[in-house]
């Protein structure tokens, strides 16, 4: 049985994608798109891989999350920076008359300083929320992956089964004819011919529903990818299955890689790191910030001749404490940060929880799908079509109705079709449990060993 899904390009695909988000290619650079002046163009003939590194580029959501870790690391620098300089200017309107001469106007330079540490703290908090945005990025670049692939096999699952449904259809016109044929002759009956009518407008009308359903298919791969809906739908070759030997690590192994790689879980812990950091912060929302200041006046000369300091400049060094007297502005910082904390722990239980949950699932569908591809595949699809072949042979010789053969050849193509289904919900599975991994599927393969299936 030739695979459906082609899996050698997807680990490279998913790396390039991922190197191209994080190194910036965000800018409009795609390595899966022709060029053609300075406009990128989408492939004429589109695989998997053109599909996950356009969308790469070109998925708004992706966009999104990676300008949202951008203006976080920029808010992250410029929480970490000494508040401006403050440079003030003061014309006496009337000038002061002093022994040294008459002061005509003021020039003021003033640098505020929080309390030690706080800087350092401000920058930490906003640095580790980064971090987290910048995880967020990855998640959803792994999502939009994720449904692109799901829609890429969910349509390459449609395309074999109007293969399938083809082959039955062209057969069944066949048997049609042939009914008739032996019916006009005298040798077949009416109901042969009734019978084969009507095993001829199912397989039809399949093939119209699924010839149908293509479309919505290929909606939600261009969806997903970025592009727009209505582009033409993408031949996927028959040969483009998964292949059968792919194998897992252990479960044990698995269980550790969605606890370390899981990027939302990674996202959720830097929230918290964050948050943290915040408590702290709001521990020194009572201490004082200090400001120091120079001011230096200008003063001109002295109305009587022979005055020491005639026209000095006065120069004052400045040194102002702010008094945090209201109290309550800092407790009610501390128990917002407390709260905030509280919220980042019950989001990253809740997380682990539901992911756990999806892993789970994840896992039951990989081992179901392979019970059911190994079923099909290995045993009932030569069953049923040995038993097409014997069934065959005795209407041929008298000792079987045509309508024994029909319901042999419809038994052959149902589980023609559910080898086809458990291929395409075998990948589906891979599919999710790379994304919760939060590694690639050549990483996932690399890691696997001969004794997991």
């Not at 620098?77 to 403050?86: H, I, R, S």
């Amino acid at each position: 049985m030739k695979p459906l899904i082609p899996f050698s390009n997807i680990g490279n695909s998913v790396f390039i994608s991922l190197w191209l988000v994080f190194a910036g290619a965000l800018a409009g650079v795609g390595p899966a798109v022709s060029q053609e002046s300075d406009s990128p163009r989408f492939a004429a003939h589109p695989e998997l891989a053109d599909y996950l590194a356009w969308g790469t580029v070109n998925n708004p959501a992706v966009a999104r999350a990676a300008g949202r870790a951008d203006a976080l690391w920029g808010t992250a620098q410029a929480a970490g920076a000494l508040p401006d300089l403050k440079f003030g200017w003061g014309e006496m309107i009337v000038p002061v008359e002093t022994r040294t001469g008459p002061q005509q106007r003021v020039f003021s330079l003033s640098q505020s300083i929080p309390w030690f540490g706080t800087l350092g703290l401000k920058e930490a908090e906003v640095a580790a929320r980064a971090e987290a945005a910048q995880e967020g990025a990855r998640v959803q670049l792994l999502k939009v992956h994720r449904e692109i692939r799901a829609a890429w096999y969910e349509l390459a699952y449609l395309q074999g089964a109007i293969r399938i449904i083809t082959g039955n259809l062209e057969l069944a016109k066949q048997t049609e004819t042939a009914s008739r044929s032996a019916y006009e002759a005298g040798s077949g009956s009416f109901a042969d011919v009734l019978t084969a009518e009507i095993d001829r407008e199912k397989l039809q009308t399949r093939l119209a529903g699924l010839e149908d359903r293509q479309r919505p298919a290929a909606a939600n791969l261009n969806l997903a990818s970025g592009l727009e809906v209505d582009r033409d739908i993408p031949d996927i070759p028959a040969e483009s299955m998964i292949p059968s030997g792919v194998s897992l690590p252990a479960e044990k192994a698995l269980w550790n890689l969605l606890q370390e790689h899981n990027p939302e879980l990674t996202a959720l812990r830097l929230e918290m790191e964050s948050r943290r950091q915040g408590v702290d912060l709001a521990a020194k929302a009572g201490y004082p910030d200090l400001t120091l200041g120079v001011d230096y006046i200008m003063t001109g000369d002295a109305r009587t001749d022979g005055v020491p300091d005639s026209g000095q400049d006065p120069v004052i060094a400045r040194v102002g404490v702010s008094i945090p007297l209201w109290g309550g502005k800092a407790g009610a910082q501390k128990k917002a940060s407390a709260g905030w904390l509280r919220s980042a722990s019950a989001d990253l239980s809740d997380a682990r929880l539901r992911l756990n949950t999806r892993f789970e699932n994840a896992l039951f569908a990989w081992r179901e799908s392979g019970r059911n591809t190994e079923l099909y595949g290995q045993v009932l699809l030569d069953s049923g079509r040995q038993a097409l072949e014997v069934t065959a042979a005795r209407y041929r010789s008298g000792q079987a109705s045509y309508v024994e053969m029909v319901a042999a050849r419809q038994t052959l193509l149902g589980l023609e079709l559910a080898n086809l289904r458990a291929q395409t919900d075998r990948a589906l599975a891979l599919n999710e449990l790379t994304t919760l991994l939060g590694i690639t599927p050549e990483e996932l393969q690399s890691r696997s060993t001969p004794d997991q299936g």
